[in-house]
């Protein structure tokens, strides 16, 4: 079975400074993906980055980078030069071959950016 | 960037009532799916097709039923709706990429009164 454990149910940062939302995975599956969404108050699901199992490189799309250590079994999410429109919740995800790509959630975090 | 729709994205309804909520995407994405999220908690896999005529329950179990008639349009049926739905019903889709990114709908909260 595939977990997804976010172990800070809530952040703060300031504007402008960079914050890193941990998330941990559990799979036993060898070909994985895993996803970063951010969820406004508005309630809408956003997805933000995404990096799969066999990629070398961590990804970055804009302000976002995921740092991804394999070993570690962690896919932590990077917001750089965080900014006002920022807070939401986030929610780390993951698919796997074996259970055919069906997203599992992470209980989320919640960011705060502060002026 | 996705184009999927929900309707309505409010709901309050009394206890008992047969409700419908619509999900239609204009991508032509194979898979869709239904999730159910309490406030400020995680989401849950209620329903999902891989494509027309296909369902599946999710990992949550839930009244609600659901049909896959046409590709892009995937609705969600509770037959008597009880303060115990009351949440929030999330739809998306995806393609079969070597991603797969599943791609949300705006929402519907629901409240059963």
């Known amino acids: 079975a595939q977990k997804i454990t976010q172990t800070q149910p809530g952040m703060f940062v300031q504007e402008k400074e960079a914050v890193t939302l941990d998330c941990t995975y559990d799979?036993?599956?060898?070909?994985?993906?895993l996803f970063w969404y951010k969820q406004p108050s508005s309630g809408e699901m956003i997805f933000l980055i995404y990096?799969?199992?066999?990629?070398?490189q961590n990804a970055t799309e804009g302000r976002y980078s995921l740092n991804f250590q394999k070993a570690r079994k962690s896919a932590n999410l990077v917001i750089s030069a965080s900014q006002l429109g920022d807070s939401a919740m986030y929610f780390c995800?993951?698919?796997?071959?074996?259970?055919?790509?069906?997203?599992?959630f992470g209980k989320g975090t919640l960011l705060t950016v502060n002026p | 960037e996705a184009d999927i729709y929900q309707t309505p994205r409010y709901l309050v309804i009394g206890t008992g009532k047969k409700i419908t909520l619509e999900c239609s995407q204009t991508?032509?994405?194979?898979?869709m799916y239904w999730y159910q999220q309490d406030p400020g908690m995680e989401l849950h896999l209620i329903h999902y097709?891989?494509?027309?005529?296909?369902?599946e329950k999710g990992d949550l179990s839930s009244e609600s039923t659901v049909s896959r008639i046409r590709t892009e349009h995937f609705p969600l049926t509770l037959e008597s709706a009880r303060p115990s739905h009351t949440s929030q019903y999330l739809c998306?889709?995806?393609?079969?990429?070597?991603?797969?990114?599943?791609?949300f709908g705006p929402g519907t909260r629901l409240t059963v009164l």
């Open positions: 998306a889709s995806s393609v079969r990429r070597s991603t797969d990114t599943q791609y």
């Open positions: 097709s891989y494509g027309v005529n296909s369902t």
């Open positions: 799979t036993s599956d060898q070909s994985y993906g």
């Open positions: 990096q799969g199992s066999y990629d070398e």
């Open positions: 995800a993951m698919t796997q071959r074996g259970s055919n790509y069906k997203l599992t």
């Open positions: 991508m032509g994405h194979d898979k």
